[in-house]
């Protein structure tokens, strides 16, 4: 890092400022960042704890709106935190934050998922871990009085959801939970467990369990009261697609040009099935047959754990210096097999020191042994270099030019799940994907954001679907049959793909279309500085200014 760091300003004071508040207010946001300090606590998700979140971001924007802006850095950063902090409260005070209920991102998920970024090392982090779970019963209470205030308020989550949600709920209070099953194997470098701390680990377990079958209990006499609509409609749509993308958009025109885009990828996937089959060969055809050669498929967890390492590792050397600047401690990527089996693949960032490294998980459907290179090439690339870790990496790096907010707290979907889609089309253009496998493992993924565009708006708002897909109006079966059309996935992942779509609106379009709106930000610099032009360059200045909202980032780079 540099060693004549920028000096810090007032506003920089106000951001580092938000975060201590925020990491106070939400334990499970500190260990996200790597934050010490609550380590045994959970959130408080009940209508209080909600309103103690915003009054503290009202507190800072107040702050922020008096404050002597000293340079570049601070404009962006007063605007960045104006226009996300500003959209926490439009929903907050829209009532969209206490029923919040979805198979994926919701309060359900969140005291659970938290345990995988625990440390494991020693006796002292296993009884942190048995601390935290005698705190789920608490926080799960604290959940189930926001649902029953928006029940009052009539903004719950549809049916649909409720009825999905009851299922994970279940799971997790079951017998043989993850609860169960992460007490059982607590295994401490420095021992076997002594038998107290087994014994309070089976303790926290048992109460973690019973929290969840209350949860199960509450989530079943409240659905009655959700609405059966999947669609949210315009005015709930347009918040939400904002808060995803840190951007305004035509949705109209952002739905036509999802179709298009559709159309497109198709297009290019069916050149791409003659490379591999011969002439008349169908994408589905082609990827039969990338699916049945040996040549390309992994066996066993172990051996997939070692092929994301070397692949990664291959991509991070050959980049470093050359495509990208790479600082050295974001050369470390480590590779792992999740603890749970949801069929997810996803990235963890690195704390503040680097002393928790970036991280690509996979979370493997049970039963699942045998993997196809040519589909997860372009995976790689996107959670790991030049994806998500070489921008969330480089982010946190940045500690002399960044404050603490912009580097670890600020995360926008647009800017980061755009930026990897940016990333793999980017390494099919520097050759990376040149391999017809390889490129049409990238085309499917594209193709799957593309068509997610159009069904996502098209649902939620209600528009015409092409008489192609059924006619009339967007509803969920004519989704379904879309998405099937579209994805060349398994039944249950595409099934829990859809759920998640209609509960989380607006989230998966912001992949797709914050890839364009990253395509129109490079395409519009090089426009106006020509020959000048330096694509190295470009990414490093657009990276350094962390992931903000993408109007801000465009203000940033584009004045």
Known sequence: MSTNPRPATAVDAIADAFVDDLVRLSPISATELGLPGAETELDDFSPDGRAAVADTVRGTLTKL?????????????????????????????????????????SPLQAPREIFDLMPTATAADWEQIAERMHAVPGAIESYIASLRHAADAGHLSAQRQFEECIKQ??????????????????QPDDGAPAAALAAHLEEGAG???????????????????????????????????????????????????????????????EEVAEQIGGP????ERAMELLDADPERQIHGTDALKEWMQKTSDAAVAELAGTQFDIPEPVRRLECMIAPTTSGGIYYTGPNNDFSRPGRMWWAVPEGVTEFGTWRETTTVYHEGVPGH??????TVYRAELLNTWRRLSSWVSGHGEGWAL????????????????????????QRLRAARVALDIGVH???????????????????????????????????????????????????????????????????????????????????????????????????
């Open 461 to 559: 708002l209600g528009k015409d679907c092409p008489e192609q897909w059924g006619g009339g109006t967007w509803d969920a079966e004519k989704a379904w049959g879309f998405l099937d059309a579209n994805a060349n996935m398994a039944e249950g992942f595409l099934r829990f793909e859809l759920n998640r779509y209609l509960g989380w609106p607006g989230q998966a379009p912001s992949y797709k279309v914050g890839q364009r709106l990253w395509e129109q930000i490079r395409d519009e610099t090089q426009a106006r500085e020509g020959a000048a032009f330096d694509l190295k360059a470009f990414h490093r200045r657009a990276l350094d200014v962390g992931s903000v909202g993408l109007d801000v980032l465009r203000e940033a780079l584009l004045p």
């Open 422 to 445: 940016y990333a793999e089309r980017l390494m099919a253009d520097l050759g990376y994907l040149d391999d017809p496998g390889d490129r049409m493992g990238m085309l499917d993924g």
């Open 169 to 186: 709920a279940e799971e997790l209070a079951g017998t043989e939970s993850f609860w169960s099953t992460l007490a059982e194997n607590a």
């Open 207 to 269: 109460q973690a369990k019973a929290a969840y079958g209350r949860l199960t209990e509450v989530l079943r006499e409240l659905a009655p009261r959700a609405p059966q609509a999947d669609a949210v409609g315009r005015e709930r749509y347009s918040l939400w697609s904002r808060q995803f993308l840190g951007a305004t958009i035509d949705l109209d025109e952002t739905y036509e040009w999802g179709l298009e885009e559709l159309a497109r990828i198709v297009a290019e996937q």
């Open 65 to 105: 709106a008096a404050a002597e802006v000293a340079d570049d850095v601070d404009r962006v950063t007063v605007a960045a935190m104006q226009e996300r902090l500003g959209l926490h409260l439009e929903l907050y005070e829209a009532g969209e934050q206490h029923g919040a209920l979805n198979v994926i991102h």
């Open 280 to 283: 008349g060969t169908t994408p």
């Open 389 to 394: 870790h070489l921008q969330i990496g480089q």
